[in-house]
């Protein structure tokens, strides 16, 4: 989705904005642009290509202020004249990550007043308003101030003026924006990757703040205009943690990753004899005995680990759980139920229809709250009550990975510290668990190691216009997440059913251009999934099977065969799932997509 980047400098800031757009690019886009103020004019460029045409067509810019963006189209065709930064009259530059819901209802009256819209985005009206609101002696901030008390919806601004090169104005509510503070320059961006190689010392802006962001320093207003403080952060995470290194695609090395990004979300649990609801936030050990259900709210990948974790809170903990989708949940009239647990679960803790789902959930009484987050000092941590980080690091492939099995490292840790509680694990159990958990890295990579014979199966996809995923019990959701990562970047069509559900509708689809994958773990269902994937075969459809040891399974007749390493119990999940990460990984190699920026999506959707 649509990044902010913005500098205010010693030096030439052009470099700066075309290096944070490039580290922006992860979150899907299909236009960017920047302006600079030089000599008291602004200079613009925009490009409907990549950042790297920007940048070729930026050889020569130069500015010490500048605001720069991609954008990822919602209001207007992606085109050069909807890129941002928007202009008024050649005085006022805006950057904006948002949508303006009363965005033509301003464009009449701003039409009226006779400015001039170039552009089919609602951005632009916040460009339009500010200008009118400067042009009858307000200073900057303050023009900004009463424009942006016009707007309805979400917003992260950055405002330059031509007449005054000393200043950016930026402004966030409903979408996120941060300001660096660094020793050459001050910097504003909507996310914090996008400041990494300049600076660590970063400060959150809060919903309805406004900040003055000069070369000297900086001041911050909240929604009422006082001045406020903002605590500054030392952010310990490193620009090469971004990095590519040896590999192709972010998520091929994202993929890789998943050993370390367990163990290091797993470290205060796996280093403690013992599991403690202290991990969840101070509030946990009072709260978690007074919870009757839990009620998990996400979107895309982060609802498949919510369906898996549902399976693990009923059969484990015994605590009856629901597991809904935000953008649904956020709109349904729903039986409030104060004795739930709201469990929101989200990569990036910016996913509009997420939080949207949150604040509903909390309007409607529920006062229980825990996130399940891989962003610390993200919108979802702050707004919920209790939090736990999956430390997976920045992912930056579209398609989740690493964040998705930390996710699920995290859930199935909450399922057993309530089993725990409420009295359904022993200390055997209890250390068996914890041995499994630690012994979970070294399984993974065990599954990694599968990657060259996972590719060589790819290649019978590089035909394939559909396929079908199937799995039973606690691997359903697996099959739904391993056809959403084959779609997501191959653009095969992928459907993913309860294998027992085959012979409800899917089974007329199967013949031998049909590739059914299924996922076979050995568990107490695997002669019934045997029995579903007979039915594939008498139709003459070809089955990929992913099998864990001793399930009996052997490759010929219409049967290709990936021997998992072992069966992982309750954690198979997470093992299965990285299987089909790579399947869909080097399918979409032979389809030459673009595996970390598939086209039309995006990393972190900040709009609904
Ligand atoms: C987008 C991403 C998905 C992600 C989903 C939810 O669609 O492309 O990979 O699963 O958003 O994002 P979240 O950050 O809330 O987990």
Redesign the pocket.
């Known amino acids: 989705m649509c990044g902010i980047i913005g500098a205010i400098a010693k030096n030439n800031v052009v470099p700066v904005l075309l290096q944070g757009l490039q580290r922006l690019e992860y979150r899907?886009y299909d236009s960017a642009g920047l302006a600079t103020i030089d000599n008291n004019k602004l200079q613009r460029i925009r490009s409907i290509g990549r950042v790297a045409d920007l940048a070729r067509q930026s050889s020569t810019a130069c500015g010490y202020i500048g605001i720069a963006h991609t954008r990822w189209a919602t209001h207007g065709e992606p085109s050069e004249r909807n890129a941002h930064p928007h202009l008024s009259g050649n005085l006022i530059a805006v950057v904006h990550n948002g949508i303006i819901e009363n965005y033509e209802e301003l464009r009449m009256q701003l039409t009226t007043q006779g400015f001039l819209f170039t552009s089919d985005t609602d951005s632009e009206v916040i460009a339009h308003l500010i200008h009118s609101h400067y042009s009858r002696g307000n200073s900057l901030l303050a023009a900004t101030q009463t424009a942006i008390g016009q707007l309805t919806g979400a917003y992260a601004i950055g405002v330059m003026a031509a007449d005054n090169s000393n200043q950016i104005i930026c402004a966030r509510k409903g979408s996120p924006l941060l300001l660096g503070l660094g020793t050459d320059g001050h910097y504003i961006a909507s996310d914090l990757s996008a400041l990494l190689p300049i600076t660590n010392n970063i400060l959150y802006l809060q919903d309805g703040d406004v900040a003055e962001v000069s070369l000297s320093g900086y001041q911050i207003f909240d929604a009422n205009g006082n001045t406020v403080e903002r605590a500054v952060n030392i952010c310990k995470l490193h620009s090469s943690k971004a990095e590519l290194g040896e590999y192709r695609h972010y998520m091929q090395k994202e993929i890789h990753e998943q050993p370390q990004a367990l163990i290091n979300t797993l470290e205060g649990v796996c280093n403690s004899q013992a599991l403690v609801p202290g991990i969840f936030g101070a509030d946990a050990a009072r709260i978690f005995p007074q919870i009757e259900k839990i009620l998990i709210l996400?979107?895309?990948?982060?609802?498949h680990a919510g369906m898996v974790a549902r399976y693990w809170l009923e059969e484990i903990a015994g605590i009856s759980c629901t597991v809904e989708i935000a953008s649904e949940y956020r709109y349904r009239v729903s039986v409030p139920d104060p004795g739930s647990l709201v469990l929101t679960?989200?990569?990036?803790?910016?996913?509009a229809d997420?939080l949207a789902a949150l604040n509903h959930a909390k309007d409607l009484g529920h006062t229980h709250t825990l996130s399940i987050c891989?962003v610390p000092e993200s919108a979802l941590t702050r707004l919920s009550g209790l939090h736990f980080l999956t430390h997976a690091g920045p992912e930056i492939g579209?398609?989740?990975t690493k964040?998705?099995t930390t996710q699920l490292a995290a859930l199935f840790i909450l399922t057993l510290i309530l089993a725990k509680q409420r009295g359904g694990l022993d200390s055997k159990e209890e250390y068996n668990y914890l041995h499994a958990l630690r012994h979970l890295p070294t399984a993974v990579d065990s599954v990694l190691k599968l990657a060259p014979d996972i590719a060589r199966i790819a290649e019978r996809f590089s035909d394939k216009r559909h396929a079908l995923f199937l799995g039973r019990g606690l691997h359903y959701p697996i099959a739904l997440e391993g056809a959403l990562k084959l779609k997501?970047i191959s653009y095969i069509h992928a459907e993913a059913y309860p294998a027992g559900e085959l012979k409800h509708g899917p089974l007329a689809l199967v013949d031998k251009e049909m590739p059914v994958i299924a996922v076979a773990p050995n568990d107490t269902l695997l002669a019934k999934l045997k029995s579903n994937l007979q039915e594939v075969r008498a139709r003459g459809g070809e089955l990929y099977v992913f099998a864990d040891a001793g399930t009996r399974f052997h490759s010929g007749d219409g049967l290709h065969l990936i021997q998992m390493p072992e069966h992982a119990g309750y954690l198979s999940p997470i093992l299965h799932t990285i299987a089909l990460q790579l399947l869909a990984y080097y399918v979409a190699l032979q389809k030459g997509t673009d595996v970390d920026k598939p086209r039309n999506?995006?990393?972190?959707?900040t709009v609904e």
């Open positions: 899907g996400a979107c895309g990948t982060s609802h679960i989200s990569q990036s803790g910016e996913t997420t891989n579209v398609a989740s964040a998705f997501e999506l995006a990393k972190s959707v």
